[in-house]
């Protein structure tokens, strides 16, 4: 590839990696994942 290939490449990623980042610390994903670990450590062997 060439270097604007890759600029633009890593354009792509950082701005998927903003998105995930911001969906991931909204409030409905952080309490369904905060359910989620509570229920794991809850868990009955």
Known sequence: ?????????TIAACAFAAVLYK?????????ALQSLVEDALDAEF
């Open 1 to 9: 590839m060439t270097t604007s290939e890759y600029a633009v490449g």
């Open 23 to 31: 969906v991931v610390n909204s409030g409905p994903v952080m309490s």
